[in-house]
């Protein structure tokens, strides 16, 4: 079965500062995979998303991932945080196609941006 | 497109009472989704649909929980009775064939 693994609960960052979280899965075959970002109160948007070709993922709001098949990581970078940054962090992989077409998240990694 | 909506934004109800939350997925998506997301358990799937046909329920906590989808642009969850440990945040995502999920903004649901 699927799975993906967030090591990190919890990241806490300066304003300025680079940022980088780690997302490990567990898949059959050639995954897509994707980050999430939740805003407080908000809903899940999508940041960025591989599905094949360069493994090196441009995103919006600055966000990239480099996609690992040797390491099975999706790890998401952002060179320089901002405070509207602060948000918690969501890597899925899918689709499950032996349960239909569902994505599995990860726990996900919340960002707090100091000053 | 408007995205994904979701109503109500906000629900406040009493334990025992009928909690029915709706969705309008993206025009054109053929697959739904509906989601729970509470802080002990996180975002968990509780059943989809493909083409307005449920798919996998398997994420359904109980029998008190149930979904429609009566036709390509609407789908509801209802909770009937409703209890407190119900209370979370309830998304809703639809998608087409390549597998990217656009999310509501999620109806927030307190059962007291």
């Known amino acids: 079965a699927q799975s993906v693994t967030q090591p990190d609960i919890h990241i806490t960052v300066s304003e300025g500062a680079s940022l980088e979280l780690r997302c490990n899965y567990s898949y059959g075959a050639t995954p897509y995979l994707f980050w999430y970002v939740q805003s407080p109160g908000q809903g899940l948007q999508l940041l960025l998303k591989y599905f094949s070709g360069d493994t090196l993922v441009q995103g919006i709001k600055g966000f990239e991932a480099e996609f690992k098949r040797s390491q099975s990581s999706f790890n998401l970078r952002k060179p320089s945080v901002h405070w509207s940054d602060a948000a918690e962090y969501f890597c899925?992989?899918?689709?499950?196609?032996?349960?239909?077409?569902?994505?599995?998240f990860g726990g996900g990694t919340r960002v707090l941006v100091k000053p | 497109d408007a995205g994904v909506i979701q109503s109500p934004r906000h629900e406040v109800t009493e334990m025992g009472q009928e909690v029915t939350l709706r969705c309008k997925p993206i025009?054109?998506?053929?697959?739904l989704f509906w989601y729970r997301q509470t802080m002990m358990r996180g975002l968990e799937l509780l059943i989809y649909?493909?083409?307005?046909?449920?798919?996998?329920d398997s994420g359904m906590p109980e029998d008190r929980f149930s979904a429609k989808m009566p036709n390509a642009s609407f789908s509801t969850l209802k909770i009937q009775p409703s209890e407190p440990r119900d209370s979370a945040v309830y998304f809703c995502a639809s998608s087409g064939r390549q597998e990217t999920q656009y999310f509501g903004p999620g109806t927030r649901l307190l059962v007291l």
């Open positions: 649909f493909n083409n307005n046909v449920p798919i996998d």
């Open positions: 025009s054109g998506h053929d697959y």
């Open positions: 899925a992989v899918g689709p499950d196609r032996a349960a239909g077409n569902k994505l599995t």
